[in-house]
């Protein structure tokens, strides 16, 4: 079973940046279309971009050109750069496979907190 662990969250003030990494234990890994997710306080959690096993890449209309999903198959691991956060992108960041439906254990997350 494929174990994921996030990390690079942080408190940063709008307009800040951030690179979160995803952190796989297999390198199955490499087979899968890959996404960042993320939860609000009190909201639903959300898609927030993809990345095929080929690097193809998609993204949820509100961090277009701010976000950019990458990753690296011969580490297992992939990252999310988050450039020109706002406060409406605080949340907790979860990766998983896309549809998560199909995906790991879900790992701890990684706090992202954007305030002044």
């Known amino acids: 079973q494929v174990q994921v662990v996030e990390s690079g969250g942080g408190l940063v003030q709008p307009g800040g940046s951030l690179r979160l990494s995803c952190a796989a234990s297999?390198?199955?890994?490499?087979?899968?279309?890959m996404a960042w997710y993320r939860q609000a306080p009190g909201k639903q959690r959300e898609l927030v971009a993809t990345i095929t096993s080929g690097g193809d890449t998609d993204y949820v209309d509100s961090v277009k050109g701010r976000f950019t999903i990458s990753r690296d198959n011969a580490e297992n691991t992939m990252y999310l750069q988050m450039n020109s956060l706002k406060p409406e992108d605080t949340a907790v960041y979860y990766c998983?496979?896309?549809?998560?439906?199909?995906?790991?254990?879900w790992g701890q997350g990684t706090q992202v907190t954007v305030s002044s």
């Open positions: 998983n496979r896309n549809p998560s439906t199909y995906g790991f254990a």
């Open positions: 297999e390198s199955i890994f490499r087979l899968f279309t």
